[in-house]
């Protein structure tokens, strides 16, 4: 059994502790019972679209049902790292859990104060869990990847383009194009187009990957911001061909957009819960946290959400077709390479200023 953390129970039975001489006056019996009405709350950040859809049927409503604490979901920005830093600084904390990768807590935790709550919950088969899913701060619950996603109205299955070598030919694949504007993935695209094996990513040839995105800069239609963007635009027919989000490619593929993920050199993730430091609703969270480790908890969101669960032995429950979409099918995973969350916490801030300026530029 493996045990993340250690975290006293007082806090959370605190407002239930005094004595007779206490509940005397009017006021403190007014405090502590709107203290007691809030703790049946937990505010549960996560990215939105159809995050919120699976996570709401696989996590919020169950847990809901299963305790009587209603769950407020509420979405992050895209870069949720101030968002949180700011919760922990001012003490004003509206999520008590939010939904981060591993890239997030590396750059909190170069801080010089602490951000991040140690876990206090248990998981009894850490060996069935995606490596790097549970560490003391994070609780891992969806694998998610950037991919390829092309029309398969513009190409078909002989001429689709299989990986970023062919998104970079400009003349035998055509259409309109989109990448991500960040350098996050963005640069390590360039560098697989440019012959870098996925093995040898890192760390980044950051002057060859730029070299590399100057030879397709022309032919990019759209630099897309958000993932609900991306897949708009995948599914109107703006764009031919571009990197997205295999979760929300997947999204607009099953309303029946005629398209299709290439996933060979893409890069994945992990997303995972943690809990903001000292916020007052921690033991709550623990609790939430530890429901959705479950394995068939997590089989539940691949309905709505196109991840792949932490916790393998959810495909024991995911029928074999739905299985086969998902970022860790096995015939998907071979092709895709993980992101260095420690080498984008020591150089996004430089790397996004450098790109940012290249765009404009």
Not at 51 to 71: C, R, S, V
Not at 240 to 256: E, F, H, K, P, Y
Not at 303 to 329: M, V, W
Request: aromatic share 10%; charged share 20%.
């Amino acid at each position: 059994m493996k045990k993340i953390g250690h975290l006293s129970r007082r806090d959370a039975i605190k407002a239930g502790v005094g004595t007779a001489i206490t509940l005397l006056t009017a006021p403190s019996i007014l405090a502590r019972s709107a203290q007691a009405a809030d703790m049946k709350t937990l505010t549960v950040a996560d990215v939105g679209g159809p995050y919120g859809l699976g996570f709401g049927k696989a996590f919020y409503q169950p847990f809901e049902k299963a305790t009587g604490i209603k769950i407020i979901n509420t979405v992050l920005g895209p870069d949720p790292v101030p968002q949180f830093q700011m919760a922990v600084d001012t003490k004003t904390y509206l999520f008590d859990v939010a939904l981060l990768n591993p890239e997030h807590l590396v750059r909190m935790n170069k801080q010089p104060k602490s951000y991040l709550e140690t876990l206090d919950i248990k998981v009894d088969d850490p060996e069935n869990y995606v490596k790097g899913s549970i560490t003391p701060q994070f609780a891992g619950v969806s694998i998610y990847a950037l991919a390829l996603g092309y029309r398969t109205d513009t190409f078909s299955a002989s001429t689709a383009p299989k990986n970023w070598v062919d998104f970079w030919n400009v003349e035998k694949f055509q259409g309109r194009r989109g990448l991500w504007r960040s350098p996050v993935c963005t640069l390590e695209l360039a560098l697989l187009a440019d012959g870098v094996s996925p093995d040898k990513l890192y760390p980044l040839d950051v002057d060859r990957a730029f070299a590399s995105l100057d030879k397709i800069r022309k032919h990019i239609d759209v630099w897309w911001t958000s993932g609900a963007q991306g897949s708009q635009m995948l599914q109107s027919g703006e764009l031919d061909l571009m990197s997205i989000w295999s979760t929300r490619a997947q999204t607009v593929i099953d309303a029946g957009t005629p398209a299709s993920i290439a996933w060979d050199q893409g890069l994945y993730n992990i997303d995972g819960w943690t809990i903001p430091k000292g916020n007052p609703k921690a033991a709550l969270a623990n609790q939430f946290i530890q429901f959705c480790m479950n394995a068939q908890r997590q089989s539940m969101y691949t309905s709505d959400l196109a991840c792949g669960p932490t916790n393998i032995k959810a495909y024991q429950y995911i029928d074999a077709k739905k299985a086969a979409l998902l970022p860790t099918a096995p015939d998907h995973i071979a092709g895709l390479r993980e992101m260095d969350a420690n080498y984008w916490g020591d150089n996004q801030v430089a790397l996004t200023e450098r790109f940012e300026k290249w765009i404009i530029g």
